[in-house]
């Protein structure tokens, strides 16, 4: 559990009703906190933090806190999320893996998803780490998986952006032959945006050309958890 991290809700304190109440959401776990955004108008406050931080460029981070739902069928989400990050940790050790919202962010970190310079194909490593995921994203399918590409500074924007988008669906593609159904990925590319390291070094680059994943509730696993809530 010590690489999973629970991203700060810091913007609550702007709501007065919760200036009394600011330690007891700092120090919830993850169910409580979905109840709590629930009742200060979770939905609300996630769009707002969603698209405050994909302004921010963090398209990934942006995405996980672009939908809360909130309330009971918030903390029940986010528990069926808290198991599914465990286990992603538990296949890839070195795997970043930030639970956000009712979602999670993450990284692969050592155990990454990376490319060679202008290339969008798979290396044989890329492939033996997304085939640790498969069984993780097999045992709940009902998430929807959103995938982001990213280059490093090498070469023009537009050319980085295009080469962004065709790793992130050379990733889905690979999953989908897993098994894995393709209706549950969307890809988008990000070019040279959101740099992890940089870009002045042949590692820094390296590790600049990734992949990330959002990972969400589907609209089934959103109606469950509302009917399981209504209890």
Same mark, same amino acid.
């Given at each position: 559990?010590?690489?999973?991290?629970?991203?700060?809700?810091?913007?609550?304190?702007?709501?007065?009703?919760?200036?009394?109440?600011?330690?007891?959401?700092? &120090?919830?776990? %993850?169910?409580?906190? $979905? @109840?709590?955004?629930?009742?200060? !108008? /979770?939905?609300?406050? *996630?769009?707002?933090? #969603?698209? &405050?931080?994909? %302004?921010?460029?963090? $398209? @990934?981070?942006?995405?996980?806190? !672009? /939908?809360?739902?909130? *309330?009971?069928?918030? #903390?029940?989400?986010?528990? %069926?999320?808290?198991?599914? @990050?465990?286990?992603?940790?538990?296949?890839?050790?070195?795997?970043?893996?930030?639970?956000?919202?009712?979602?999670? %962010?993450?990284?692969?970190?050592?155990?990454?998803?990376?490319?060679?310079?202008?290339?969008?194909?798979?290396?044989?490593?890329?492939?033996?780490?997304?085939?640790?995921?498969?069984?993780?994203?097999?045992?709940?399918?009902?998430?929807?998986?959103?995938?982001?590409?990213?280059?490093?500074?090498?070469?023009?924007?537009?050319?980085?952006?295009?080469?962004?988008?065709?790793?992130?669906?050379?990733?889905?593609?690979?999953?989908?032959?897993?098994?894995?159904?393709?209706?549950?990925?969307?890809?988008?590319?990000?070019?040279?945006?959101?740099?992890?390291?940089?870009?002045?070094?042949?590692?820094?680059?390296?590790?600049?050309?990734?992949?990330?994943?959002?990972?969400?509730?589907?609209?089934?696993?959103?109606?469950?958890?509302?009917?399981?809530?209504?209890?």
């Amino acid at each position: 559990m010590k690489n999973i991290k629970i991203v700060a809700l810091a913007s609550l304190f702007l709501l007065g009703s919760f200036f009394t109440g600011c330690e007891a959401v700092k &120090n919830s776990n %993850k169910t409580q906190r $979905g @109840a709590v955004i629930g009742a200060a !108008g /979770g939905a609300v406050i *996630g769009g707002i933090l #969603g698209n &405050n931080i994909g %302004k921010g460029g963090n $398209g @990934a981070l942006g995405a996980v806190l !672009g /939908g809360v739902i909130g *309330g009971v069928a918030g #903390g029940v989400i986010g528990n %069926k999320m808290d198991k599914q @990050a465990r286990e992603i940790e538990t296949a890839l050790p070195g795997a970043q893996v930030e639970r956000v919202g009712e979602g999670i %962010k993450l990284v692969l970190g050592e155990n990454a998803v990376r490319f060679d310079t202008n290339k969008s194909t798979l290396t044989t490593t890329a492939k033996a780490n997304l085939d640790k995921l498969v069984p993780v994203f097999n045992q709940y399918p009902d998430t929807n998986i959103q995938i982001y590409g990213y280059t490093d500074s090498t070469g023009t924007p537009e050319y980085n952006l295009t080469l962004s988008g065709q790793r992130a669906a050379s990733v889905k593609s690979y999953l989908a032959g897993k098994g894995i159904s393709s209706s549950r990925f969307t890809t988008t590319g990000l070019g040279i945006a959101d740099p992890i390291a940089t870009n002045d070094t042949a590692e820094g680059r390296s590790q600049n050309r990734r992949v990330e994943f959002a990972i969400t509730a589907n609209e089934k696993m959103v109606q469950d958890a509302q009917k399981e809530a209504g209890k």
